[in-house]
């Protein structure tokens, strides 16, 4: 009696001791996580990194770092609600193999058998199919008709960008990736189901889904309470910047919870299923994810998905950007993992770079892999400690464009400058040293020049022009 009870606690020690030890590990892991993101943010000043984790069939964490409004010092949580960006090309392609699913559309058949008004411009021996328009191989450019929200200016509708559509590739002829092709998409679900395109992903994908962001389409008052605030990114500091739509909703201009997209996530890992409930046959998962062109040496694309490999594991991603947001994915079959993670900051080649620095490290957290520090990539110019200590005063006037008969105005509010294009567009400018300022919403910069002790010219530095401007 007395030697199986002391088996039984030495038993019940070991395990306690393995236990303990397991738990030590995660919370190194998850203490070097938290650390890491906290650096993360610090060093690109990006406001705010939303993340969820889905491994082994379900959502095993979600977090978020940073501010949903910066001035105000309001910090997100898992509630936060940012843009999906092209992210959400995905669920638009998987609408569209939910209608194959159910016998409505044959993808390799010509769409114009399925629009109630056919596009007229299609060559018939050349027709354009969904699958072209799924993988970016239709033959369409790219085009995105931005509008800032307090515009008042008339928008495109899905039908206007239609009726415009061109085509600068044969289809099936080369990868170009084209908003305007997900556009059709969205027509064809309207078109063949008699339903708005709202309708039908809200009561066909999302609601199956258990997500409940009703406003996902154009958001609600509760959401905008909930909205991480868009912001763009000069030299490591983040400025407020615009809030925008674009009239190519269906390609990527949504609003969501970063828990909810992984929720898509893990239908697409479970072979189309979610919660015992089928959203998607297995076959269609499967060629959603099978690479349809090489778009560069080893990355593919599917149906809304890149497609690579890394480190011998093939995965399945995407990024989505609108200005002020800037989100990205990548999930694993063979892994049974995902990570979904979400900024309010707009996107530049470097906010690209740093987010997918982040994505890496929080995929081999996901993976299980050995936690190593990432480089953070970040831009070497900074701004000068004494930024507010110079005369405002003097930059402020007219400037005629050389050869052209419009100006650029310098405006002075408070201390604060604003230039004013010829569109009476207003933007702040901050200064940054000697006579160089930038603006703080676009990746433009501003340099004065001086004439026997006064400013003469405006240098407007734009995407790598230079548009010279004499003061009057």
Not at 196 to 220: K, M
Not at 431 to 441: E, G, H, S
Request: charged content about 25%; proline content about 4%.
């Amino acid at each position: 009696m007395n030697k199986f009870y002391y088996l039984t606690i030495l038993v019940f020690l070991l395990v306690s001791c393995e236990t303990t030890q397991k738990s030590d590990k995660e919370d190194f892991k998850e203490t070097n996580l938290n650390n890491y993101i906290n650096k993360w943010l610090e060093q690109t000043g990006i406001p705010s990194a939303s993340y969820v984790i889905v491994k082994n069939g379900k959502i095993q964490e979600a977090e978020a770092f940073g501010y949903a409004n910066l001035k105000k010092r309001i910090p997100v949580d898992t509630s936060s609600i940012y843009s999906t960006g092209s992210n959400f090309k995905s669920v638009t392609s998987t609408a569209i193999m939910q209608l194959q699913d159910k016998g409505l559309i044959d993808i390799d058949s010509s769409v114009n058998k399925y629009f109630k008004t056919p596009i007229p411009n299609i060559d018939p021996k050349n027709p354009i199919t969904a699958r072209q328009l799924m993988s970016h191989t239709s033959g369409i450019p790219s085009s995105s008709s931005i509008y800032k929200l307090w515009e008042r200016k008339p928008e495109l509708t899905l039908r206007d960008i239609k009726k415009n559509i061109t085509f600068t590739a044969k289809s099936g002829e080369k990868f170009q990736y084209a908003n305007d092709g997900y556009v059709l998409l969205a027509i064809l679900i309207e078109d063949i189901t008699g339903q708005s395109y709202e309708n039908y992903i809200w009561e066909n994908i999302l609601t199956p889904l258990d997500i409940q962001t009703v406003g996902f389409f154009v958001p609600t008052p509760e959401m905008v309470e909930n909205l991480a605030l868009p912001y763009h990114i000069r030299y490591n500091k983040a400025y407020p910047t615009n809030q925008i739509h674009i009239a190519q909703y269906p390609a990527g201009d949504i609003f969501l919870k970063p828990s909810d997209m992984a929720k898509f996530l893990l239908m697409q890992l479970n072979m189309g299923t979610y919660d015992g409930k089928t959203i998607l046959s297995k076959e269609s998962v499967l060629e959603m994810h099978k690479p349809e062109i090489e778009v560069e040496k080893n990355f593919y694309y599917g149906f809304g998905f890149g497609i690579e490999k890394i480190n011998g594991v093939t995965y399945s991603s995407h990024q989505g950007s609108l200005p002020g947001y800037l989100s990205a994915f990548r999930m694993s079959f063979e892994k049974q993992t995902a990570v979904y993670v979400s900024t309010n900051v707009g996107a530049t080649p470097l906010q690209e770079q740093q987010i997918q620095t982040l994505l890496d490290f929080l995929m081999d957290y996901a993976n299980g892999d050995e936690l190593k520090e990432k480089k953070i990539p970040v831009s070497g110019e900074t701004i000068t400690e004494n930024s507010e200590n110079f005369d405002a005063e003097k930059y402020v006037g007219k400037y005629k464009i050389e050869d052209a008969p419009v100006y650029l105005i310098i405006e002075k509010v408070g201390n604060q400058l604003y230039l004013i294009n010829p569109s009476n567009e207003r933007f702040r400018i901050d200064y940054r040293d000697n006579n160089n300022f930038f603006l703080t919403t676009e990746n433009e910069d501003i340099t004065f020049e001086e004439q026997n002790g006064q400013i003469s010219t405006l240098i407007l530095h734009s995407e790598g022009n230079d548009i010279k401007a004499k003061k009057e």
